[in-house]
């Protein structure tokens, strides 16, 4: 495996600052989160009106202005596309490529069982995308673009974020050696 980053870290957060002031001017601010609500609504709005009218949280959502394919679905398809195109440029530089793609410190965990992995994974998703629908916005609509805007909620949610997450590391693997 080589050592030696593709681009520094500098270069890297030059670049992605420079393509979210760019997103920000021509389109708006980044996040993906609240196109599945969109979604959501819109296919409420066509096969149960009256439900999705009641409902205070899709009531907002769905509008006919909404019902075009905008940004947010090419954003996700984006991610996907480019997430695969990465993956299959940079597989090999990945530490442990030769080993296969579970973790050493995930088996020695919880098993070498690919179903519980992308069962985890899942969950972990789901959980992420619900509680960012709770705090208005997602990792990247809050992270990225909100705290480029010093939006103070942005920072309580990477505050909120990052804590949690290293509270779960530090329960998951907490045995002597796993994580330190």
């Known amino acids: 495996m080589n050592d030696q980053p ?3 870290w500098k270069a890297a957060g030059i670049a992605l600052g420079l393509l979210l002031t760019l997103a920000t001017f021509l389109v708006k601010p980044l996040g993906v989160s609240t196109q599945f609500v969109v979604t959501d609504a819109v296919v409420m709005h066509q096969i149960a009106p009256k439900l999705a009218e ?5 009531a907002k959502y769905g509008e006919k202005s909404d019902w075009s394919i905008d940004y947010g679905w090419m954003l996700v398809f984006g991610m996907l596309v480019g997430g695969a195109i990465c993956s299959a440029l940079f597989s090999t530089r990945q530490p442990d490529a030769d080993k296969g793609s579970m973790p050493p410190m995930w088996s020695a965990k919880f098993g070498p069982s690919e179903l519980n992995r992308y069962a985890a994974a899942f969950a972990g998703g789901f ?7 709770l705090a208005g916005g997602c990792t990247s609509g809050h992270m990225i673009s909100g705290i480029s805007q010093l939006a103070i909620s942005s920072f309580i949610f990477g505050v909120t974020t990052f804590t949690v997450a290293i509270i779960t590391a530090k329960l998951l693997y907490r045995e002597k050696g796993d994580l330190s």
Not at 54 to 58: I, R
Not at 127 to 133: E, P, S, T
Request: hydrophobic residues 55%.
């Open 6 to 8: 593709i681009i520094s």
């Open 54 to 58: 009641d409902n205070q949280y899709l």
């Open 127 to 133: 959980l992420l995308l619900f509680g960012a629908r």
